[in-house]
């Protein structure tokens, strides 16, 4: 499995590789604008070549970004809609002309619509979007923590967007501490089975392209978005060896996305190579 970190890019692409590689990653995620602005920044092509050729030279690949915070592909409210669909398009377009493979989104949230109203909704955004993804990008929808009227909190949602769509270029990413926290039990072998399970059934494990790997303190079903570092949560050490151990996810690709400084970030790269080497061995 490829495996590295979200990486803050505030002091340049060289910063921002040089500091993955340094602490052993083979894969990247990064924004690319502002994750809490409506306005997406402007794309300068030189500085995603630059991106591009140090991330070759690092072996560093793929690369996902993760699109802004303030999507929501369910409002009912027309200027949220429509600067959902612009970052997100935006996003993609970036991606294409930078070489980066994943594109990262949350749904957003239904609200007070009707959930099925809000899934046709959805629907409609990705398919537009879709209809603009360049050749080589995949779209990759994140599975939340399951709070309230929240879209893709359940394994079997994803599955029917997927289904609903039917597009080669949209997947799935699924990250542990949502998971946990919308109530999939994966902290030993028996609860990442049927997971794993649940999901091949729903999504299609082909569809599942990428990992957010991150621990979390919130109970188990307590609908919090909360990460915490690898290991030192509920889901443990035995939760990520489970998931390492599976050889139908060592094609994948695993994103860090654990609080704290650069020595957490080198800490956390750390427990999660070393569970890796264990579960390789066992």
């Known amino acids: 499995m490829r495996i590295g970190l979200h990486v803050r890019v505030a002091g340049g692409y060289a910063a921002a590789v040089s500091h993955a590689r340094g602490v052993g990653c083979s894969a990247i995620q990064v924004f690319s604008t502002n994750p809490r602005s409506y306005r997406p920044s402007a794309a300068n092509q030189a ?10 030279d690092a072996e560093i690949d793929p690369c996902v970004t993760h699109t802004p915070y ?68 995949v779209l990759v929808m994140e599975n939340s923590a399951g709070a309230g009227s929240l879209a893709g909190g359940t394994l079997e949602e994803l599955g029917r967007f997927i ?9 799935v990413c699924l990250d542990t501490a949502h998971a946990w926290a919308a109530g999939y039990e994966i902290n030993g072998t028996a609860g990442v089975d049927r997971f794993l399970y649940e999901a091949a059934e729903c999504i299609g494990l082909d569809k599942i392209h990428l990992f957010h790997f991150n621990d979390t303190e919130v109970p188990l079903g307590g609908n919090r978005d909360r990460h915490w570092h690898i290991g030192d949560g509920n889901i443990g050490v035995e939760g990520f060896r489970a998931l390492l151990a599976r050889p139908e996810l060592r094609e994948k690709t695993a994103i860090l996305e654990t609080p704290g400084s650069d020595e957490d970030d080198a800490r956390n790269m750390q427990t999660i190579l070393t569970i890796a080497r264990g579960a390789a061995m066992a």
């Open 163 to 171: 289904a609903a769509l039917g597009h080669p270029q949209l997947g």
């Open 47 to 56: 500085a995603l070549d630059e991106f591009a050729a140090l991330r070759r």
């Open 70 to 137: 303030l999507i929501n592909l369910a409002s009912d409210d027309e200027k949220i809609y429509a600067g959902s669909m612009r970052l997100l398009e935006a996003d993609l377009a970036v991606a294409g002309r930078g070489g980066i493979r994943y594109v990262n989104t949350h749904l957003g949230s239904y609200g007070k619509r009707d959930r099925k109203e809000g899934f046709t909704s959805i629907c409609r955004a990705l398919e537009a979007a879709l209809a603009t993804i360049p050749a080589g990008v």
